[in-house]
């Protein structure tokens, strides 16, 4: 049997016809039931084709009055635009008219389909998908999914794909403004008439490394995610967790990036706010003054590690000296305690105070020579973020976050599955920077939004009757 696949345009001034597949099938089996693969892409595309000529063929007769006047535009050339779409590329009528009489001032001929042509080479919707998939695997594997499962153009390449990406990314950069000044809050005034705020956000920051291009080392991306503890209005649903990310060295606008990811959560300026990061200077400035009601936390987890590396130097020392190990095992086990209560100084002086019996020893004992370099960096560790460390235990048994473990996941998500250093992916900071804003935006469900801002027709949102509104 045979089978005809036909596309027919109804139109004012009647109807057009188009064979777009002719399919021939003789003893069924199972592979040959239905459409295979290369038959489908192969009718998509004719489908796409007729559907996008006569759309284009359509518009160009409703332009082609002037509409001051009401004269035919003479046609001064033919041309045509090849568009790439999802359903392979396209070849659309692109003519050059001459200006109406009328029109004395502009240029004497015109394209009319740069109205919505906009010399755009790829469509709003293969550009979303590629800008997506993109973002979660590797730019080679991008292309071999589409030119797997949709008919595109066969030049597509992992080249292409990135160029698009960045394209992306870089008017997400655009839309995002300058970069938020210190202490660019609302009067006390305003402030004080705002509504009861929503409750505590915590947003936790912790930072990555990622392999350089050129094999010049590796370079630190930082990386986060912003909570809200619940909503103040009774039935109002709690907005889902939010990620960031960005390059600390190639950023320009790190503050106004946090605090638009805030602002999108329902943040206001009377809201308790609490930031935490592992103390590092270059993400206390980012932190700094970004908010009125902020609070800044040196995450428990980081304190730990830094302490657990100590135990472990402890160790190598009771090997050499029994006496002395045992003792400065205990010291740093009250160091621990003074931090977890947040008796920063007692815990500064306990610190000085095991310097001091390790410099005794440190001559003749190269672990404990060691251990003091650790103890040390831990003292100006502590030194540099006492302002930031509260009595941790009191916040555990009241349910307060203590630490950024719920960070880790986020650095792991954003950063570790996309730019993995065991695939030995190598990175420049423009790249990683832009790549980081689309992956963002998709892992937090906002990049198709992002495209129906820019593309209104874009997938249009299904609209939920009001019935089903209220059942929900």
């Keep these: 049997m045979t089978f005809r696949v036909e596309v027919v345009c109804l139109h004012e001034g009647g109807e057009q016809r ?46 082609r009055v002037c509409p001051n006047c009401g004269r035919r535009y003479h046609s001064k050339d033919a041309g045509t635009h090849t568009i790439k779409t ?12 001459e200006s109406c009489p009328c029109q004395t001032e502009g240029p004497r001929t ?34 071999d999914l589409l030119k797997e499962v949709l008919p595109v153009a066969e030049a597509t390449n992992s080249q292409t794909v990135r160029e698009h990406l960045h394209a992306v990314a870089e008017r997400i950069e655009q839309e995002l403004g300058e970069e938020r000044p210190p202490r660019d809050f609302a009067t006390v005034e305003s ?4 509504p009861l705020p929503d409750g505590p956000m915590t947003v936790g920051i912790d930072g990555g490394y990622v392999r350089a291009a050129h094999k010049q080392g590796n370079f630190e991306v930082i990386a986060g995610r912003s909570v809200v503890a619940f909503r103040r209005e009774e039935g109002d649903s709690v907005p889902p967790p939010k990620c960031f990310g960005f390059v600390q060295t ?40 970004l908010h009125p009601n902020g609070e800044h936390l040196l995450d428990w987890f980081h304190i730990t590690m830094r302490l657990t590396v100590l135990q472990q130097q402890v160790k190598t020392l009771q090997a050499d000296r029994p006496d002395e190990g045992s003792a400065s095992s205990k010291q740093i086990v009250s160091i621990k305690h003074l931090l977890w209560h947040g008796n920063v100084d007692e815990a500064l002086d306990r610190t000085d105070n095991l310097l001091m019996d390790l410099a005794l020893i440190g001559r003749q004992s190269a672990p404990a020579e060691k251990l003091a370099a650790g103890i040390s960096d831990l003292r100006t560790y502590i030194g540099n973020n006492r302002g930031s460390i509260p009595n941790y235990g009191e ?3 009241q349910g307060e976050t203590i630490s950024t473990a719920f960070v880790e996941s986020t650095i792991n998500q954003v950063v570790s599955r996309r730019f993995v250093k065991k695939q030995q992916m190598q990175w ?35 609209q939920t009757d009001s019935s089903e509104q209220k059942a929900a």
């Design 18 to 63: 188009c064979s777009v597949a002719e399919l021939d099938r003789a003893e069924l089996v199972l592979e040959t039931l239905g459409l295979s693969v290369a038959e489908g892409k192969s009718t998509l595309h004719g489908i796409q084709e007729f559907v996008a000529v006569q759309q284009v063929i359509e518009d160009l007769r409703r332009r």
């Design 86 to 97: 999802v359903f392979g590329a396209v070849e659309v009528p692109n003519p050059r008219w």
């Design 110 to 143: 015109f394209r009319p389909a740069t109205v919505w042509l906009q010399e755009a080479p790829t469509s709003p919707e293969l550009l979303y998908l590629e800008t997506k998939w993109a973002s979660l695997i590797p730019f080679e594997k991008v292309v």
């Design 191 to 194: 402030i004080a008439e705002l």
């Design 250 to 289: 190639y950023d320009q606008k790190p503050r106004q990036r946090i605090w638009e990811v805030m602002k999108s959560q329902g943040m206001q300026e009377n809201q308790q706010v609490v930031f935490m990061s592992d103390g590092g200077e270059d993400l206390r400035q980012v932190q700094e003054y």
């Design 395 to 397: 916040r555990y048994r």
């Design 428 to 462: 420049t900071l423009k790249g990683a920077h832009l790549l980081l804003q689309t992956r963002t935006k998709v892992l937090n469900n906002e990049l198709e939004d992002v495209f129906r801002r820019w593309f209104p027709r874009f997938r249009p949102k299904a």
